[in-house]
T-cell receptor, first 110, second 111 residues
Framework: SQTIHQWPATLVQPVGSPLSLECTVEGTSNPNLYWYRQAAGRGLQLLFYSVGIGQISSEVPQNLSASRPQDRQFILSSKKLLLSDSGFYLC?????????FGQGTRLTVV | GQQLNQSPQSMFIQEGEDVSMNCTSSSIFNTWLWYKQEPGEGPVLLIALYKAGELTSNGRLTAQFGITRKDSFLNISASIPSDVGIYFCAGLPYNNNDMRFGAGTRLTVKP
């Protein structure tokens, strides 16, 4: 079965600083990869998804970007963080039948 | 993109009671997934459904893929305190990898 590795688990960053969150997948090849953001006590907002290397679909205009430099690597980035970027970020990977999540990164922008 | 309507938003029940929650969509889905999320962790896949009308169980959990392919429900029988968490439905459209989630059902079980 596939495993999603996501790090770091928690991150505190100042406003205006850059961001890089990494997600890697084990146990499968050519997965669909997703980045979600979850506000406290709320649902999952799809930010980006990717069906292959270099292929990124963005769901909402925002201060974030994503890249997929390798088949099983998905990176979420920002050049300058905003206070509103705080939240719980989740990476997921799967195929057309199921998807599994990483443990999440709690980002606090101060 | 497609929107999933999940209800109820929250439930407060007594230990031993049964629970039912559902998701509906205006669009057809090829796959329905149900997840449980505990505080500070990523969602964990509970049940996956692939065919209209399919009924699948996982222990005390039972989920069904609606005949119209636009809805799904999850039942939990004889709830216990460790069932506490947020339950999410998710849908995968046919020939599309745009996985969407419902807003979640927050379950509280009183001993």
């Amino acid at each position: 079965s596939q495993t999603i590795h996501q790090w770091p688990a928690t991150l505190v960053q100042p406003v205006g600083s850059p961001l890089s969150l990494e997600c890697t997948v084990e146990g499968t090849s050519n997965p669909n990869l997703y980045w979600y953001r979850q506000a406290a006590g709320r649902g999952l907002q799809l930010l980006f998804y990717s069906v292959g290397i270099g292929q990124i679909s963005s769901e909402v205009p925002q201060n974030l970007s994503a890249s997929r430099p390798q088949d099983r690597q998905f990176i979420l980035s920002s050049k300058k963080l905003l206070l509103s970027d705080s939240g719980f970020y989740l990476c997921a990977g799967g195929d057309n039948t199921e998807a599994f999540f990483g443990q999440g990164t709690r980002l606090t922008v101060v | 993109g497609q929107q999933l309507n999940q209800s109820p938003q929250s439930m407060f029940i007594q230990e031993g009671e049964d629970v039912s929650m559902n998701c509906t969509s205006s669009s057809i889905f090829n796959t329905w997934l149900w997840y449980k999320q505990e505080p500070g962790e990523g969602p964990v896949l509970l049940i996956a459904l692939y065919k209209a009308g399919e009924l699948t169980s996982n222990g005390r959990l039972t989920a069904q893929f609606g005949i119209t392919r636009k809805d799904s429900f999850l039942n939990i029988s004889a709830s216990i305190p460790s069932d506490v968490g947020i339950y999410f439905c998710a849908g995968l459209p046919y020939n599309n990898n745009d996985m969407r989630f419902g807003a979640g059902t927050r379950l509280t079980v009183k001993p």
